[in-house]
């Protein structure tokens, strides 16, 4: 526990760590804004438009990072509203555009110092627009990745449920093969899973945590799993024989 408990806390310092430097990044491009506004004083229009889509981008940078840490039971609404956050992205490209096309239109004519800063301030701009796109495009490939998962789980855990609690009530010979069919369906999906879960906890983007409020990883829940099927398998072959035994 101590171990985890110390895993945990470096992961909360590498993640301070990263919204110290968007902080950087988001001052670095605010700064270029400002410099285009001295600078440049007959086109307060660009500067106002600048300034309101790097706010916006602020706030949808500050959405990202409230998705840095997901409890176990909001993965799936965390990914709907990576969607959603995406979709704002996308809607802003056309602005994003006119944006670059004005400050084009501007350093044709602007002094060689004043281009550089629009220049300047523009691949600041850019750089942020892509690196936010990036981090939401990540976030929502990974919490994909554990829908798909817990859907899987979800369906063979039920699968499990159900026939321990109608074990007992089965003796005919046909229905536990046909069960025992199932079960070995299952397991040999097992390894594909396995190797599905070890991706997912290899590059971990969001945190997921569990009820306990520890971080939850997604190979133990198809050993776990694997596990309960193995057991499922293992009533399904004594009953068999018994039933042999008794014919």
């Known amino acids: 526990e101590t171990t985890s408990n110390s895993c945990f806390n470096e992961e909360k310092e590498k993640l301070k760590l990263v919204k110290d430097q968007i902080e950087i990044i988001s001052k670095r491009v605010q700064s270029h804004i400002n410099g285009i506004g001295i600078k440049i004083n007959a086109n307060q229009e660009l500067n106002v ?49 006119d944006i670059y096309q004005e400050i084009k239109k ?3 004519t602007a002094t060689p110092s004043e281009a550089a800063n ?20 990540g976030k ?4 994909g990745k554990w829908v798909d998962l817990l859907h899987y789980l979800d369906d063979a855990k039920e699968f499990v ?9 089965v003796n005919a010979p046909q229905e536990l093969e046909k069960i025992s069919s199932h079960v070995n369906e299952y397991l040999s999906k097992i390894p594909e899973w396995k190797s599905y879960a070890a991706e997912i906890d290899q590059n971990p983007i969001i945190r997921i945590i569990n009820e306990n409020n520890k971080v ?30 008794v014919h």
């Not at 220049?119 to 981090?135: C, F, G, K, R």
């Not at 449920?161 to 009530?169: A, F, I, P, R």
């Open 161 to 169: 449920t159900h026939q321990n609690k109608h074990m007992s009530d």
């Open 140 to 143: 929502k490939e990974y919490l």
């Open 106 to 108: 501007i350093t044709d």
């Open 49 to 97: 438009k600048l300034n309101s889509f790097n706010n916006w981008m602020d706030a949808l940078r500050k959405n990202a990072i409230d998705i840095d840490d997901v409890a176990f039971r909001n993965i799936e609404p965390s990914l709907q509203t990576l969607h959603s956050l995406l979709e704002q992205h996308s809607e802003r490209e056309n602005e994003f555009n």
């Open 216 to 245: 939850e990883h997604a190979l133990p829940l198809v050993n776990a799993l694997e596990h309960d099927l193995e057991t499922l398998s293992k009533n399904c072959a004594e009953i068999s024989n018994k039933n042999k035994q």
């Open 118 to 137: 629009l220049n300047e301030a523009y691949s600041a701009l850019a750089s942020d627009y892509q690196n936010v796109n990036q981090s939401l495009y």
